[in-house]
């Protein structure tokens, strides 16, 4: 039992447990100032680029001084080596079961309204409006083609895509100028040294860096290294009475440059005060006037003939030598006085602004160094969401020991050399910068044009290419050869979401009905038709741009050119002019060459001892009158035509026939469960509607039927045969929503044994409880896809179930597993309800095949996610749903022209909900390229880190824990370094260099490493870290984005009358105020904090006590009806709408032993298992970065 898995370990306890081997004690952030997040438009991105005059920085550069160890290895080693403070039982301590998670846009107004639309009428859809044609003024639909003039006026637009001086995302409007007319069709502009953003400097140092933990909570106080004195030096500005930052490289004498001007002016010359500053919980809120957004410069280190100071490595006695680790303070004795006395040095040459023609450098929103002689900037107003932090009396005094995450250093003097924070790149103000810049309307009328963040709020504009909603690609300038691509480290994936929501102000697909005739195809590659087609030879051929090959047109779909070389009918026909469609698909199409059935959903509940006696039984029965109001309904229907079924099982299997006609429902029991079979021909699967009486009847005799069950062992594996069974009989397809609450050990297919050992979570043999034990429910998995039946598996395990096992049912099928630990129905009755209603409302395929294809060239290899494949071309999913993904990645086979554009088109052939046939198409052009910088400037990150994750929760089931994070770390280097070495201007090693749209790219790969899914320990049970592994490959992209980076959201200080969710702020501890309360979720938990300081004036109209200690933090509950009450419960309502899954929600309050979980969310901090701070991550790269270049 680990002594500190409740508490917050002392000083001498944390130095012992908390680092891992190889990755020595580096500088937390400790209380930085909040990132400054501005969301004006004025001056961002900068149009022109100051020339390159001084070495100096001026004001306008943003200095991010520190440094890292000369020495560090085998980080991918750091979770597994190591026991971490969090510990024991994971479950117990949360008491919390892990459900679903989605991410929400940041609620921001859009920078441009949608435009109005006409629309158009949508075949095979009753009641579309009419086309209008005589609306001479309309602009063209969100979804769907101008008729008429408008077809006209379509050309002549303005186009919103082309801001190319806006920013680096094409689309979207810039607030403050008026559309270009005459924009260039390319999405970049011409070259121009004035316009090209030039890349992000992140200066360091040759060999290593440099950090002084001198005073960096949690950690022993080392002394600083002795410094050579000197004879003061002119010329330099004051030192800032804030905590200082960290300068590059350690020069003799101290040098200071501040980052921001400290909470008092003080005039140039004026020395700081040498006493400690007392500092509030979360740093300083920033001053001084909005500054022009410059490249960020991170100087790691100055000049190489200086004497660095790395981060101390082993404790010895010796004085520091230059370039040498600084030695650490030994335990038990107090820190000696820092070197504040000695005046600051001169700025050294090094800062170097760089060249205005490097592509896609870091815009950072940062408060630029003083200056010698300039005058102190006066303060600047609090950021939203961030209130002003005032110190407050005895509070910033040096704290006992055993205060862990709170503790205030007491030398700020000291920790002079270490990178701030709040200068990282960090996703708060990238969300912001986005949806001010890329916000609005996203037209999608050129190749290769970059998305919006996923984050950002816009309405798609579908001219020709796929919403990003729907298909989303790593890059959108793809490297011309197998070899470019393989330079650049980057990978070509595409993450595709085929039934993804719209939002309000879009269209849904339009579906197009051929008749007998069937979609059109090409003869060759069979690509369905699209606006990536050219009619040749009078309209008699169409040639396929993906395979070159022409095609003869059917007569009936004939139609002459116009003198552009159109179709006259172009912008009456959805598929010449959409990216996303759907065509109504022939008896060719569909299994046996028969129409489908309507799909339906199969209840398949466990009535043994442990659901009856949990409530379980009898809550689902009670509600399943409500759960069926929430069926779907079909695009163009008025009401669901969806069937429902009821199977319940324990030993045995009963089948229930509630067919309209009858009486009463009727049970039939299968008691010989090695044989299964379905004993009902008819009356098994119904209309709710037409069978309601039935279904209320069943409900109620259900619970009473097992009201004094004795059975505890269960089947599981004839209960799923059972539900594919009745649907295999009905010749339909269908989901099977199975609720289990065991290991299934009964004698017969499907046994299992418990094999728990967390043990061996996170070290080489972890792979043995993460595959599947046995082959059987693969089998059943593989048997449920031939049959069109999709299985979801809710759990509600009080021990091992071994979801690494059951869970390949669902993996296979396309489907997914929920998890209800300790589920007891009073409490966590209302989320499993709600998980249900989202899980059979939302948009939904079944018995579905897709396929991708490309043009000439590339071809996908790869596929991460929840399906079946036979071939290795097509993905046969049983369903798919609005909330799943598949990565997808693509590779070389041959050359790409560079002159011209790559098309990609998936198609995905399904069942829909009313029981059609049909395909949906999604179409996508990129643009290839020769030159790394282009590729560089076209990146989507966040679609690449979801690829990282479920490729690598593919790997851990083949590869060592370690292997897997090396490889992720050496692969992010080795990205960082071919930017570095191909597209930027010579600048010294020192120097780190971050590609805009990579400029997270550290920080959400230290995330990664993190993650329970990834690194998982001994600290969470097996059933757990499957259950996580399994959530990742399912997850989409709006899910992944908030699950690896948590969402924190202060809530002491909202606005009572608002409705949007509060500003967010940064994963870190050092945002916390100890009178302040914040949540923080990622889709699985939800945690509520509570400082112990909380005033009575927050704490009383929420939870009616008098203080933190008296909230109830087993059962939280927000018990007034004040308006802060009723705010407070608003935000957590919309935090559960946005997710896929609802969380519990835990009660933390400061100081509670389970205040080490919630720790271990906070994913800028020093993990609690000893994984390294963003900072020192960063550090880390910057070193693998120098020996790729070296």
């Known amino acids: 039992m680990n002594p500190n898995m409740y508490g917050v370990p002392p000083l001498q306890q944390q130095q012992q447990q908390q680092y891992a081997p190889g990755w020595p004690p580096a500088a937390q952030p400790g209380g930085g100032q909040p990132t400054q997040m501005r969301t004006t438009a004025a001056g961002y991105p900068p149009t022109s680029m100051p020339p390159h005059t001084a070495a100096t920085p001026t004001p306008q550069q943003s200095v991010i001084p520190g440094g890292m160890p000369s020495s560090q290895q085998n980080f991918g080693q750091g979770h597994q080596l190591t026991q971490g403070v969090l510990n024991g039982n994971y479950q117990q301590q949360l008491t919390n079961s892990m459900s679903g998670l989605s991410m929400n846009p940041l609620k921001q107004p859009a920078s441009t309204a949608p435009q109005p639309n006409t629309p158009y009428t949508n075949a095979n859809l009753p009641g579309a409006p009419p086309n209008n044609a005589t609306q001479q003024d309309a602009l063209p639909l969100t979804n769907g083609p101008p008729t008429g003039i408008q077809a006209q006026q379509w050309h002549q637009q303005p186009n919103n895509n082309n801001n190319f001086i806006a920013g680096q995302y094409a689309n979207g409007q810039a607030p403050k100028s008026p559309p270009q007319a005459n924009a260039p069709t390319s999405m970049y502009s011409p070259a121009h040294p004035t316009m090209t953003p030039p890349g992000q400097c992140v200066p360091g140092g040759p060999k290593q860096m440099t950090i002084n933990s001198a005073n960096i909570p949690g950690l022993p106080h080392m002394p600083p290294p002795k410094q050579a004195t000197g004879p003061p030096q002119t010329g330099q500005p004051p030192v800032s009475a804030t905590p200082p930052t960290s300068i590059a490289g350690g020069v003799t004498g101290e040098q200071q440059i501040p980052t921001q001007p400290g909470p008092m002016p003080r005039q140039p010359g004026q020395m700081p005060p040498q006493h400690p500053m007392q500092q509030p919980f979360g740093g300083h809120e920033q001053s001084g006037p909005p500054q022009p957004v410059m490249p960020m410069y991170i100087p790691l280190q100055q000049q190489q003939q200086q004497p660095d100071y790395a981060m101390p490595q082993q404790q010895q006695q010796q004085p520091p030598q230059p370039g040498y680790p600084a030695m650490p303070q030994q335990p038990g004795y107090s820190p000696q006085p820092g070197p504040s006395s000695y005046p600051p040095q001169p700025q050294q040459p090094g800062y170097h602004l760089q060249q205005p023609g490097a592509p896609g450098g870091y815009m950072g929103q940062m408060m630029p160094p003083t200056q010698p002689g300039q005058a102190p900037m006066p303060s600047q107003p609090p950021i939203p969401g961030q209130p002003p932090m005032p110190g407050r009396p005895g509070y910033n005094q040096p704290p006992a020991a055993g205060t862990g995450m709170y503790q205030q250093p007491q030398q700020y003097a000291q920790a002079q050399r270490r990178l701030d924070p709040d200068q990282m790149p960090n996703p708060i103000s990238v969300i912001i910068e986005n949806q001010r810049s890329a916000g609005g309307v996203f037209v999608t009328n050129q190749p290769g044009l970059l ?532 597209c930027t201007s010579p600048t010294s090693a020192g120097q780190l260099i971050l590609p805009e749209c990579l400029k997270l790219l550290p920080l959400y790969v230290s995330c990664l490493l993190k993650n329970d899914a990834i690194s998982g320990g001994s600290d969470m049970t097996i059933d757990d870290r499957s259950y996580v592994m399994q959530f990742v490959l399912t997850m989409d992209l709006n899910m992944s984005v908030s699950y690896f980076y948590p969402r924190f959201i202060p809530i002491h200080n909202v606005d009572v009358d608002g409705n949007e969710l509060p500003m967010l702020i940064r994963c870190t501890h050092e945002k916390m105020l100890e009178d302040g309360a914040y949540i923080l979720e990622n889709g699985v938990h939800l945690f509520v904090w509570l400082g112990q300081s909380l005033p009575q004036t927050f704490i009383q109209p929420i939870f009616g006590v008098q203080c933190t200690q008296q909230v109830n933090a087993e059962r939280f509950s927000i018990i007034g009806d004040t308006p802060l009450a009723q705010r407070v419960r608003n935000i957590i309502d919309t935090i559960m709408r946005e997710r896929t899954r609802n969380m519990r929600v835990t009660c933390v309050r400061q100081n509670d032993k389970l205040e080490t979980v919630f720790r271990h969310f906070l994913v800028e901090d020093r993990g609690t298992d000893g994984s390294p701070s963003y900072v020192d991550f960063l550090c880390h790269m910057h070193k693998e970065i120098k020996d790729l270049l070296s």
């Open 451 to 982: 998305p919006p963040l996923v984050t950002t709020k816009y309405v798609v504009q579908d001219q020709g290419n796929s919403s990003p909603r729907y298909v989303r690609s790593s890059l959108y300038c793809i490297p011309a050869t197998a070899d470019l691509l393989k330079t650049t480290a980057l990978p070509f994936t595409l993450t595709i979401s085929p039934m993804a929501r719209t939002v309000e102000g879009e269209y849904e697909p339009p579906i197009v009905n051929f008749g007998e005739l069937g979609p059109i195809r090409c003869n060759r590659c069979k690509a369905y038709m699209s606006p990536n087609m050219q009619f040749v030879d009078a309209g008699r051929r169409f040639q396929c741009l993906m395979c070159k090959v022409t095609t003869e047109v059917p007569t009936e779909y004939f139609q002459h050119l116009d003198h552009t070389g159109q179709r006259v009918d172009k912008y009456e026909r959805p598929e010449l002019v959409l990216g996303t469609y759907e065509f109504l698909a022939t008896k060719d199409y569909c299994r046996n060459n028969t129409p489908p059935e309507i799909p339906a959903f199969v209840f398949v509940i466990d009535v043994s001892y442990n659901t009856i006696k949990s409530g379980l039984v009898h809550l689902l029965c009670s509600q399943v009158k409500d759960i069926l109001k929430h069926l779907p309904i079909d695009q163009g229907q008025e009401k669901s035509k969806m069937r429902v079924g009821f199977i319940t099982y324990n030993s045995t299997v009963h089948f229930y026939n509630i067919k309209s006609s009858l009486a009463q429902p009727q049970m039939m029991l299968v008691g010989d469960v090695q044989d299964m079979f379905m004993p009902l021909l008819d009356g098994f699967l119904c209309q709710p509607e037409e069978s309601e009486a039935l279904i209320d009847a069943l409900m109620e005799q259900i619970p009473k039927m097992f009201v004094d069950t004795r059975e505890t062992e269960t089947v599981l594996y004839p209960a799923i045969q059972a539900g594919l069974e009745a649907l295999k009989a009905s010749n339909c397809a269908g989901k099977l929503l199975v609720f289990n609450s065991t290991l299934p050990i009964v004698e017969g297919r499907g046994k299992l044994k418990n094999r728990e050992d967390r043990k061996l979570l996170g070290t080489e043999k972890e792979k043995t409880v993460l595959t599947p034990q046995c082959v059987s429910y693969n089998q059943l998995g593989q048997e449920c896809v031939q049959n069109g039946v999709s299985v979801d598996l809710f759990c509600f395990n009080n021990s091992y179930i071994d979801i690494a096992t059951l869970g390949q049912v669902c993996r296979l099928s396309g489907g997914e597993v929920y998890k209800y630990t300790y589920f007891q129905a009073d409490l966590d009755g209302s989320r499993l309800i709600g998980d249900i209603i989202k899980n059979i409302s939302r948009p939904i395929a079944f018995d579905a095949v897709m396929r991708v294809r490309t043009s000439a060239g590339i071809r996908p290899t790869d596929f991460y996610g929840h399906f079946f494949m036979t071939n290795t071309t097509d993905v046969e999913l049983a369903s798919i749903d609005c909330n799943k993904s598949v990565a997808i990645e693509i590779k070389h086979d041959d050359k790409l022209p560079p002159e011209e554009n790559i098309y990609l088109q998936i198609a995905l052939l399904f069942t829909s909900i009313s029981g059609q046939r049909r395909l949906r198409i999604l179409n996508l052009a990129l643009r290839a390229t020769n030159t790394i910088a282009d590729v560089f400037k076209s990146c989507d990150l966040d679609a690449m880190m979801l690829f990282f994750a479920k490729q690598a929760c593919f790997k851990l089931l083949e590869l060592t824990p370690k292997q897997v994070k090396d490889n992720l770390i050496n692969r992010s280097a080795q990205i960082l370094a071919c930017y570095r070495k191909h």
